[in-house]
């Protein structure tokens, strides 16, 4: 793993929970942001814990789980969403990361894979969030 990886994974993470609460109609403020940080913590939290346990295959296999749980028990636990908007806003969420990833694997399928591949999924990313959090 590389320093790249990690840089990836945390862009990801913070798309993923920054655009889930937009989702989930939750106004950027003080509490939220504490809310948004407290979720990337306990989500990178549990990953590192399976991976040291269980090792890098287990937590890609669980990802979904140790990614979107934490997300989903802070909207239910301290906004109180319904279950429906739980399942809304992160699967929208998830749905908004897709373009990105599919310009990656065009992009590996023409040239293979490299760290460029690696760069060009976070700017998209990037690009992305921003898009995504000014209409949303």
Same mark, same amino acid.
Request: one cysteine or more.
């Given at each position: 793993?590389?320093?790249? !990886?990690?840089?990836r994974y945390v862009a990801l993470?913070? #798309?993923?929970? *920054?655009?889930?609460? &937009? #989702? *989930? =109609?939750? $106004? #950027?403020? @003080?509490?939220?942001?504490?809310?948004?940080?407290?979720?990337?913590?306990? %989500?990178?939290?549990?990953?590192?814990?399976? !991976?040291?346990?269980? =090792?890098? $295959?287990?937590?890609?296999?669980?990802?979904?789980?140790?990614?979107?749980?934490?997300? *989903?028990?802070?909207?239910?636990?301290?906004?109180? @969403? $319904?279950?429906?908007?739980? #399942? &809304? %806003?992160?699967?929208? &969420?998830?749905?908004?990361?897709?373009? *990105? @990833?599919?310009?990656?694997?065009?992009?590996?399928?023409? !040239?293979? @894979?490299?760290?460029?591949?690696?760069?060009?999924?976070?700017?998209?990313?990037?690009? %992305?969030?921003i898009i995504f959090i000014k209409?949303?």
């Amino acid at each position: 793993m590389t320093t790249l !990886f990690f840089i990836r994974y945390v862009a990801l993470l913070v #798309f993923g929970i *920054a655009i889930s609460f &937009a #989702f *989930a =109609g939750i $106004r #950027f403020s @003080k509490k939220a942001f504490c809310s948004e940080f407290s979720v990337f913590l306990l %989500s990178t939290v549990l990953q590192l814990v399976f !991976f040291v346990i269980f =090792g890098e $295959r287990i937590v890609w296999m669980l990802y979904p789980l140790l990614a979107h749980l934490p997300i *989903a028990l802070v909207f239910l636990i301290r906004y109180m @969403k $319904r279950l429906s908007t739980i #399942f &809304a %806003s992160i699967s929208a &969420a998830y749905l908004c990361c897709q373009p *990105a @990833k599919w310009t990656e694997l065009f992009y590996i399928e023409l !040239f293979g @894979k490299s760290d460029f591949a690696d760069w060009l999924y976070i700017i998209l990313l990037v690009l %992305s969030f921003i898009i995504f959090i000014k209409t949303v």
